[in-house]
C-alpha cells in the first residue's frame, strides 16, 4: 500500500511559528495533528532538515540569497543601504526582515527538500527489489515450485516500505521569486523541491504543480514557464478592478498575453471570482484538474493547499469547507495510486503476470507531494490541513477511504489549543450560506473551455 510521511518542524515549531504572516500557525497544526495519538502513531514522521545556502542557490540569485542570510542573522549592521537593499530584494511591507529569518528560510526550505527525499528515496531500492522479486518469480516458475503467494507476500512487502505520500505543511511559499521576496514568501522552496526531483534522476520526469490557493501560484509559474516537462496549473481568485493580489493568472480572460502562455500549453490559469463554493470547486476541479491530470499522466504530482480560500479565512473571498480540499486530495491520491490499487486486487493466478509488468513499466512511480501555503485563521488552517493528514494516512493504513462526513465530524481531543474549536470541538468548518458564488455555471464553462484551448497546444 505505501505509506504516508509528515515533515515536523524543528524545535518543536518555534521557528515556523515565526513567520509574520502566520505567527503561531504552526504549532497550531502540529497541537492538533499529534493530539490524535492513533494516528500519529500511524505516521512516518521526519525532522525538516536545514537546507543548505547552496540549495537555496539551485534556483534563488546568489546575491538575492547571500543578503537574506545575512539580513536575517542577528549581525547585520554591516549593510548601511539596508533600506534600498531591502526594497530591491522586497523585503518590506509583507515581507519584511524578521528574527531568525534566516533560520526560518533554511528550515522551510528544508522541510520539503526533506519531504522530496523521502519520496526519492525508495526509487532506487523498489527498483533492484522489483528485478530481485522477478528473478524469485522466474525461478520459481522453473523449478515448478507453487510458493507464488510466498513471492506475492513479500511483493506486497517491498511496496508497504515506500513512500508514496509527503507532506509538508510549512512548505508552499508559491510567491518567492527567483530574485526577490514577495507575499509572505522569502523563498520558494516548491520550485527548488522540484528542481531536486528533477536532478535526482537520471531522466526528466513529468512533474505537475497543481496551486489551490486563494492567490496565483506566480512565482512556481514562473520558474517553470518555458519547461516541458513541469505542468503548472493554478486555481485562484482573480480580479480587474481590485487587482487582487498579485495580479497575475488572468489571462484567459483578456488577449494580451494569452498568446504568450499558449505558447507551449504548459502553464494553465484558472481565475475565479468571489465567494467560489464547494460545489462549483468540485465542478471545476474534475472538469479541468482531473483530466488533464489523467492525459498529461505525470509520475509526480505537487500540490500547493493554501487554505485561505476557506470560509471563516480573513481574506473573506471564497468559501470553501474542507470537502472541496478533500475531495481534491482524494481524486490526486487516486491517481497516485491507481497501479497498486490493480496490483491489490489481483487474483493470484496472475500475480506473476502483474508482478513482471509492473516492474517493466515502473508503475509504482508516480508520488505526491502535499504542501501548505496561504490560510489567515489559524483554527481553521489546523482543521484543514490535519483532516487531510487524517485522509492520507487512513487511506494508507485501512486500503479504505473515509468517507468525507467522518472526517468533518471528527472530535478534536484535548490539547493545548483546545479551546478554540469551541462550539463543536470537531474538525468541520461551516460554509456562509448567506454568501452568493459570483461564479455562475455560463462563466465556469468558459473557463473550462479556455484552459481546454490552451491546455491543447501542449499535445
Ligand atoms: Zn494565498
Redesign the pocket.
Known amino acids: 500500500m505505501g505509506k504516508v510521511v509528515l515533515i515536523k518542524p524543528r524545535k518543536k515549531c518555534e521557528i515556523a511559528d515565526l513567520l509574520p504572516s502566520n505567527i503561531g500557525r504552526a504549532s497550531m497544526v502540529h497541537s492538533l495533528i499529534e493530539s490524535f495519538e492513533e494516528l500519529y502513531s500511524e505516521i512516518d514522521i521526519k525532522v525538516a532538515d536545514l537546507a543548505d545556502i547552496s540549495d537555496l542557490k539551485t534556483y534563488h540569485n546568489s546575491s538575492y540569497i547571500d543578503y537574506l542570510m545575512q539580513r536575517g542573522s542577528s549581525d547585520d549592521k554591516e549593510f548601511e543601504d539596508k533600506e534600498d537593499m531591502d526594497e530591491f530584494y522586497g523585503l518590506q511591507y509583507d515581507c519584511y526582515p524578521f528574527d531568525q529569518m534566516t533560520e526560518y528560510v533554511q528550515e522551510t526550505c528544508g522541510g520539503t527538500l526533506s519531504a522530496v527525499s523521502e519520496l526519492l528515496k525508495n526509487r532506487e531500492s523498489s527498483k533492484n527489489k522489483h528485478k530481485k522479486l522477478r528473478l524469485n518469480v522466474e525461478l520459481n516458475q522453473k523449478s515448478n515450485n507453487t510458493s507464488n503467494s510466498d513471492s506475492r507476500s513479500e511483493f506486497e512487502k517491498a511496496y508497504s516500505e515506500k513512500t508514496v505520500v509527503a507532506i509538508h505543511w510549512e512548505g508552499g511559499r ?1 510567491h518567492g521569486h527567483k530574485s526577490n521576496a514577495s ?1 509572505f514568501c522569502y523563498i520558494n522552496d516548491i520550485v527548488i523541491g522540484i528542481l531536486k526531483i528533477q536532478k535526482s534522476l537520471e531522466y526528466m520526469p513529468k512533474i505537475m504543480y497543481i496551486d489551490l ?3 496565483h501560484g506566480n512565482g512556481v509559474q514562473n520558474a517553470f514557464f518555458y519547461s516541458n516537462n513541469v505542468l503548472s496549473l493554478s486555481i485562484h481568485h482573480f480580479d480587474h478592478e481590485t487587482r487582487f493580489f498579485p495580479f497575475s493568472g488572468g489571462e484567459i480572460l483578456g488577449n494580451d498575453s494569452e498568446s504568450k502562455l499558449a505558447k507551449n500549453g504548459m502553464t494553465l490559469n484558472v481565475p475565479l471570482k468571489k465567494g467560489l463554493n464547494d460545489e462549483n470547486f468540485i465542478y471545476i476541479f474534475d472538469e479541468i484538474v482531473v483530466k488533464i491530470v489523467s492525459e498529461f499522466n505525470p509520475e509526480y504530482i505537487v500540490v500547493q493547499c ?1 487554505c ?1 480560500g476557506l470560509a471563516g479565512d480573513p ?1 473573506n473571498i471564497w468559501n470553501l469547507t474542507i470537502v472541496s480540499y478533500l475531495h481534491a486530495i482524494r481524486k490526486l491520491l487516486e491517481y497516485t495510486v491507481s497501479n497498486d490499487n490493480n496490483l491489490s486486487k489481483n487474483s493470484p493466478d496472475n500475480q506473476n503476470e502483474k508482478i513482471r509488468k509492473s516492474a517493466d513499466n515502473n508503475s509504482d512511480k508516480k508520488r505526491l507531494l502535499v504542501l501548505g ?3 489567515y485563521n489559524n483554527t481553521n488552517v489546523a482543521r484543514c490541513w490535519t483532516a487531510i493528514t487524517l485522509y492520507l494516512t487512513k487511506y494508507f493504513n485501512s486500503g479504505e477511504f473515509m468517507s468525507f462526513e467522518e472526517v468533518v465530524d471528527t472530535l478534536v481531543p484535548d490539547h493545548e489549543f483546545i479551546e478554540n474549536y469551541s462550539p463543536y470541538y470537531d474538525l468541520s468548518i461551516e460554509a456562509n450560506h448567506l454568501q452568493k458564488d459570483e461564479n455562475t455555471r455560463e462563466y465556469l464553462d468558459f473557463v473550462i473551455e479556455k484552459v481546454q484551448s490552451v491546455w491543447c497546444k501542449s499535445t
Open positions: 508559491h507575499g490557493d486563494l492567490h493554501g485561505d481574506a501555503g496561504g490560510g
